[in-house]
């Protein structure tokens, strides 16, 4: 190995060997210009935990900091069972405590207790505070280390108080101004606070035309002010009006990922993961999907419960049988398509609730077009498919004495034309149950992506085939009863 190449790419092997060897200061090289991320990476493939943990003998804890926030959570499990107190208490005293809040949430009853103790008491008392906030609310997001500002200091007296203190704030970009009761008056940019003039107040410099969110904001809800508002960090106030926290834009970053993933979960009827897909259990994976399985399973027994009551339709016209899956499945991807659309406009509030009928009108409209579309080609498709005998049709509906002499080409169109029906009739009944269903749901205060695109599909799936076989028998009803 070539201890001199700096620019060597950074390997669990050649992390291991370093430490292994002792390189001291080729680690600490590597702390100063390797991304904290890419080291947690690596170091989270090293099975040996009590090697991870003379990394932070050896680099400073303002690089160790960054770098154990981004390790996995078995990672951090596995270095807070393996620390000792005085190192614990060094490494926890540079955390932020919404991170270790983030990560005690996921550790055992006994290294929960290890953590508390080892924090100071005032860390402790804020640690638990975050915890008894309701989770996925502001309060359960935000930091208590931000830096706040009375209104009556000067520019100078300002600017040496984010000097002196602001080092281990979670971001001095965005300051706080409060008044002498501790209540929110304004923000302040670093960057204005750099160009006000000498003697200035803060009173005069400050923008007083803020957003805030109260502890129980939901999330979600303060991720779409950042967005509406593009801040990078927004005051938490408690039921008195006092400022208690922020949240700042590395936070929501996150919650919009787990936000995502959440309904990317919910639509495609899996239970959303605690933690990453890799560090999930096979039995976890099982449960989480085990439940939409089984409440699918149970729903999609009414479609057999409609096939055995028109067995008699399609004993007698075995023709309609292989059209069956085509008509089910296009009416599912159809309600999967507006769920999804719907999902999504819900999440970012580009519509409400409110908005249902001027919704519901548009997607029926939509719905027409499309339907026509598809019935238009799917008709000339099955004729062709039914005269070139890729579906063989003569044996099948020719079956009988009763159909002596019936015009094949009429039969024919027949076919085409009630399958084409359906689609279009499947069409407009998926996407208002695809735009109505979520919309109910969001209506409810609740997600709209608990109305997951395989629960529409099934639904679907039932109405299509009551459509398919009742106007089968509008068609070929003299045909089924001289049977």
Same mark, same amino acid.
């Given at each position: ?73 078995? @990672? ?9 107190? /005085? ?10 405590? #919404? ?26 008392? /804020?640690?638990? &505070? ?32 984010? &000097? ?13 101004? =409060? ?68 949240? @700042?834009?590395?936070?929501?970053? /996150? ?42 399973? $149970? ?29 089910? #499945? ?8 507006? @769920?999804?659309?719907? $999902? ?20 029926? &409209? ?46 024919? =169109? ?14 407009? $009944? ?16 609740? /997600? ?36």
């Amino acid at each position: 190995m070539d201890e001199n190449n700096k620019e060597e790419v950074l390997t669990p092997e050649r992390l291991e060997y370093l430490i292994d060897n002792k390189k001291v200061k080729m680690i600490r090289e590597i702390f100063e210009t390797v991304p904290a991320l890419d080291i947690a990476e690596v170091a989270n493939e090293i099975e040996d935990v009590k090697k991870l943990v003379f990394l932070f003998k050896v680099v400073k804890s303002e690089y160790t900091a960054d770098f154990y926030t981004e390790l996995s959570s078995d @990672t951090k499990e596995n270095l807070i069972k393996t620390m000792s107190d /005085d190192q614990l208490v060094d490494l926890l005293e540079d955390q932020f405590t #919404d991170d270790i809040v983030d990560d005690i949430e996921d550790l055992p009853a006994n290294l929960v207790y290890r953590v508390l103790k080892n924090v100071s008491k005032e860390k402790r008392k /804020d640690i638990n &505070r975050l915890l008894n906030y309701q989770e996925n609310t502001a309060g359960s997001i935000m930091t208590v280390e931000f830096l706040g500002l009375n209104q009556n200091l000067d520019r100078e007296h300002a600017l040496s108080r984010i &000097r002196s203190i602001g080092r281990n704030k979670e971001t001095v970009l965005t300051t706080f101004v =409060f008044d002498n009761q501790r209540k929110m008056v304004g923000t302040l940019n670093l960057d204005d606070l750099i160009f006000a003039r000498d003697g200035e107040l803060v009173s005069d410099i400050m923008n007083q035309d803020f957003v805030t969110v109260g502890v129980n904001t939901d999330q979600e809800e303060v991720a779409q002010m950042f967005k509406d508002y593009d801040l990078n960090a927004i005051a938490v106030l408690n039921d008195d009006e006092r400022l208690v926290g922020i949240i @700042t834009i590395d936070d929501i970053v /996150d919650v919009i990922e787990e936000e995502a993933t959440e309904d990317m979960s919910k639509l495609a009827g899996v239970t959303p993961l605690d933690n990453s897909y890799l560090e999930t259990s096979v039995f976890k994976m099982a449960l989480k999907c085990a439940p939409w399985l089984i409440c699918l399973l $149970v729903l999609g027994t009414f479609s057999s419960m409609i096939l055995n009551k028109f067995e008699h339709a399609l004993s007698c016209l075995p023709i309609l049988v292989p059209f069956v899956t085509v008509l089910m #499945d296009t009416g599912g991807n159809a309600g999967g398509q507006t @769920t999804t659309l719907m $999902v999504r406009g819900l999440a970012v509030q580009e519509f409400t609730p409110k908005d249902y009928f001027k919704i519901v009108w548009k997607e029926l &409209r939509v719905a027409v077009v499309t339907g026509l579309m598809v019935c238009f080609f799917a008709c000339l498709w099955f004729i062709a498919e039914m005269y070139l005998n890729i579906i063989e049709f003569d044996g099948s509906i020719l079956n009988s004495e009763a159909l002596t002499g019936f015009p094949l080409f009429l039969a024919r =169109f027949k076919v085409a034309g009630l399958v084409s029906l359906t689609l279009f009739l499947g069409i407009i $009944v998926a996407k208002f149950v695809g735009t109505s269903l979520p919309m109910l749901v969001a209506s409810l205060k609740k /997600d709209p992506a608990l109305i997951s695109s395989p629960f529409v599909t099934t639904i679907v799936d039932v109405c299509s085939l009551l459509i398919y076989l009742g106007f089968a028998y509008l068609i070929f009803g003299e045909f089924l009863g001289a049977l």
